[in-house]
């Protein structure tokens, strides 16, 4: 099946090749000013064959938005993948790919050890009633059980 090009790095990856889960470089940019965003795709699940329930995604993305500032001044952002099988997350100035996976392992570990979701209520979030703190903690559980395999991101690696 022939597939166009777009102006979307992701839309451009073949996901019937990729090996979840991975963390893959998905690009850099650079500002006017110097500075360099560097944006990773974080795959908890095998496109097209399983996906992140949501009230598990939105939990999972409330603890790891939160928790992974702990560990690195440099994390802009960290947004889920509209396909609910992963997450994006972009670093300022910082390009360490062994870094980013130290960084984003005592993320994980930190949703493993929460004992609440936060910003979990009406004040702080858009859709308060769709949260699982189990079922964030279970997708946390499996993707750590494959840390070894993270650098792994196509089948034939």
């Not at 858009?126 to 991101?153: T, Y």
Request: charged content about 25%; glycine content about 6%.
């Amino acid at each position: 099946m022939a597939t166009e090009k777009t102006n979307v790095e992701s839309f451009d990856l073949d996901h019937t090749i990729v090996a979840a889960p991975y963390v893959r470089l998905a690009g850099t940019k650079e500002g006017a000013k110097g500075d360099v965003v560097t944006k990773y795709d974080i795959r908890f699940k095998q496109p097209n064959k399983e996906h992140m329930e949501m009230p598990a995604l939105h939990s999972l993305e409330h603890l790891m938005a939160d928790r992974i500032r702990n560990h690195s001044d440099a994390v802009v952002d960290i947004s889920p993948m509209g396909c609910q099988t992963g997450f994006y997350v972009s670093f300022m100035n910082y390009d360490d790919y062994e870094g980013v996976l130290s960084i984003l392992e005592k993320t994980v570990q930190d949703v493993l050890a929460a004992t609440a979701v936060p910003a979990c209520n009406e004040v702080q979030c858009g859709w308060a009633a769709s949260h699982s703190l189990e079922g964030a903690q279970q997708l946390a559980k499996e993707f750590l059980a494959k840390r070894d395999e993270w650098h792994i991101v196509f089948n034939n690696e």
